[in-house]
């Protein structure tokens, strides 16, 4: 966990970092209402491919920038640390992603939300049989997220509750990968809490 923060507080998390403030200086020019959400949650993670793989323990901790444009649509671009991967029976995988998705939101009722978008994960660390196959592993992850959010105001601020898909679009192993053959795509599912403030 300690190396995924520091891989974080490194290269890509400067670029993200200065991605995100770029996006609220746009709320002076556009008019439009901005909110930061820092985000944290559990959930279940596997990789398709294998038949007798097993879930084990997903985590996602983060920070989001959302945009709203009307009381019903907005915009979220967030920045997270992502644990995925797959327990076997004699050996486990575990893949560290720096991971941005940016998903579109519609409010369907009053405090509850859909949301939908494209996620590209940065590969930090990828071990498998407690041997490291970063070498072996696709550097990129491509993935579709998709759920629904939940939030209870207090005050002027908003506490979130996130039910989050991840699914894998692309093989994220190489040819070459010593312990895993085939097509093998990460799959995951995510609860978060999340703290929504305004700027």
């Given amino acids: ?14 670029l993200l970092a200065i ?3 770029s996006l609220t200086q746009t709320e002076k020019v556009q ?12 959930g ?9 793989v097993r879930s084990q323990m997903g985590v996602i901790a983060g920070l989001a920038v959302g945009a709203e444009f009307t009381d019903r649509w907005s915009l979220e671009l967030s920045g997270f640390y992502l644990r995925k991967g797959g327990r076997e029976i004699f050996k486990d995988s ?5 991971a941005i998705p940016l998903t579109l ?5 009053d405090r509850v939300s859909v949301l939908i ?3 590209i994960g940065f590969l930090m660390n990828a071990v498998s049989n407690e041997q490291s196959v970063r070498e072996f592993t696709e550097a990129l992850d491509f993935s579709l997220v998709f759920g629904f959010s939940y939030y209870f105001p207090i005050n002027n601020d908003r506490l979130v509750f996130e039910f ?6 692309t093989d994220f192993s190489k040819e070459i990968h010593p312990y895993i053959t085939g097509d093998n795509r990460n799959r995951a599912a995510y609860v978060t809490v999340g703290w929504c403030f305004s700027l």
């Fill in 31 to 42: 008019g439009l209402e901005f909110k930061i959400t820092p985000k944290a949650g559990l």
């Fill in 1 to 14: 966990m300690v190396k995924a923060i520091k891989g974080f507080t490194g290269g890509k998390g400067i």
């Fill in 94 to 98: 575990i893949l560290e992603y720096v």
């Fill in 117 to 119: 978008g494209p996620q």
């Fill in 164 to 169: 989050l898909i991840d699914a894998g679009m």
């Fill in 105 to 109: 939101r519609f409010r369907i009722v």
């Fill in 19 to 21: 991605m995100m403030l």
């Fill in 44 to 52: 279940l993670s596997r990789y398709s491919g294998v038949d007798y």
